[in-house]
T-cell receptor
Framework: GENVEQHPSTLSVQEGDSAVIKCTYSDSASNYFPWYKQELGKGPQLIID?????GEKKDQRIAVTLNKTAKHFSLHITETQPEDSAVYFCAASGGGGSNYKLTFGKGTLLTVNP | DAMVIQNPRYQVTQFGKPVTLSCSQT?????MYWYQQKSSQAPKLLFH???????NEADTPDNFQSRRPNTSFCFLDIRSPGLGDAAMYLCATSRDRGNTEAFFGQGTRLTVV
């Protein structure tokens, strides 16, 4: 089945700096890669996603890049703000067999210091 | 407006006493999922319904059951909660399985005493 590795597990940045979180996946048939933000005590919220037919997607301060050859994708947050502090999960899905379900990375705790 | 609603937000139950968590959705999605999330871990899929078709994960204990009486509602039943079942339980929905957006509810925090 699919395996998703996420790094780093914790990330601390100063307000205004950029943050980058990286994930790798194992199933070359996966074709959908969402990113979720989870604040303390709340459910995960989809913040951006990318499909395998594009290499990059941007939404204001958030961007995701995908390298299908290397099987890795990354989340980029620019001009970080304290409200960006949360746990971020990457995930992969969409391949064959049992890969229709989301396989999550282990999460990155992002702390943005004012 | 909330699209995936879980009730209650917090549930305390006694060891061994059956408990039911509920989820409703206004998205008219075909698929409803139940995840278990323990502290500092990723969500772990327990099972899902694709329309009326129930799909259990191989490693989900028999203690966990689910019902989906109609498109909008789905329930998670824990027949005999143990201390190890204390966790956040997340409901999610998607229009279809695989490469489609999944929307999560706010979760129910279950405490077992």
């Amino acid at each position: 089945g699919e395996n998703v590795e996420q790094h780093p597990s914790t990330l601390s940045v100063q307000e205004g700096d950029s943050a980058v979180i990286k994930c790798t996946y194992s199933d070359s048939a996966s074709n959908y890669f969402p990113w979720y933000k989870q604040e303390l005590g709340k459910g995960p919220q989809l913040i951006i996603d990318i499909r395998s037919n594009v290499g990059e997607k941007k939404d204001q301060r958030i961007a995701v890049t995908l390298n299908k050859t290397a099987k890795h994708f990354s989340l980029h947050i620019t001009e970080t703000q304290p409200e960006d502090s949360a746990v971020y999960f990457c995930a992969a899905s969409g391949g064959g067999g049992s890969n229709y379900k989301l396989t999550f990375g282990k999460g990155t705790l992002l702390t943005v210091n004012p | 407006d909330a699209m995936v609603i879980q009730n209650p937000r917090y549930q305390v139950t006694q060891f061994g006493k059956p408990v039911t968590l509920s989820c409703s959705q206004t998205l008219n999605h075909n698929v409803m999922y139940w995840y278990q999330q323990k502290s500092s871990q990723a969500p772990k899929l327990l099972f899902h319904y694709y329309d009326k078709d129930f799909n259990n994960e191989a490693d989900t204990p028999d203690n966990f059951q689910s019902r989906r009486p109609n498109t909008s509602f789905c329930f998670l039943d824990i027949r005999s909660p143990g201390l190890g079942d204390a966790a956040m339980y997340l409901c999610a929905t998607s229009r279809d399985r695989g490469n489609t957006e999944a929307f999560f509810g706010q979760g129910t925090r279950l405490t077992v005493v």
